[in-house]
């Protein structure tokens, strides 16, 4: 007779958490380097350089991706894209109607 397969205990205490990760200045290399392309690319660009999906995607990626950052560094870059993809959505045709 094959034996049941195990389970956990319910009510067994949690098994100990893994120290936290520390995130380092490498960690954050390659970070940088992505979040100020696509900063630089919205700041030169004269039209919006995405179509709307792949502008909102390029948001949400700034968004997710600046929480890497020291705070106050992924504040200041999440304001200033925000402000240049305010810019180009302005500059925008408006549909007529």
Same mark, same amino acid.
């Given at each position: 007779?094959?034996?049941?397969?195990?389970?956990?205990?319910?009510?067994? %205490?949690? !098994?100990? %958490?893994?120290?936290? $990760? #520390?995130? @380092?200045?490498?960690?954050?290399?390659?970070?940088? #380097?992505?979040? $100020?392309?696509?900063?630089?690319?919205?700041?030169?660009?004269?039209?919006? !350089?995405?179509?709307? @999906?792949?502008?909102?995607? %390029?948001?949400?990626?700034?968004?997710?991706?600046?929480?890497?950052?020291?705070?106050?560094?992924?504040?200041?870059?999440?304001?200033?894209?925000?402000?240049?993809?305010?810019?180009? $959505? %302005?500059?925008?045709?408006? !549909?007529?109607?």
């Amino acid at each position: 007779m094959a034996s049941a397969p195990s389970q956990l205990d319910l009510f067994a %205490a949690p !098994p100990q %958490a893994e120290a936290p $990760y #520390r995130v @380092t200045e490498a960690d954050r290399a390659p970070v940088r #380097r992505d979040l $100020y392309a696509l900063l630089e690319k919205a700041q030169k660009a004269e039209r919006l !350089p995405w179509d709307y @999906t792949q502008a909102a995607l %390029a948001e949400m990626r700034v968004d997710s991706m600046s929480k890497w950052l020291p705070d106050d560094e992924a504040a200041n870059l999440r304001q200033r894209f925000a402000e240049e993809l305010d810019r180009l $959505y %302005a500059l925008e045709p408006q !549909p007529e109607g």
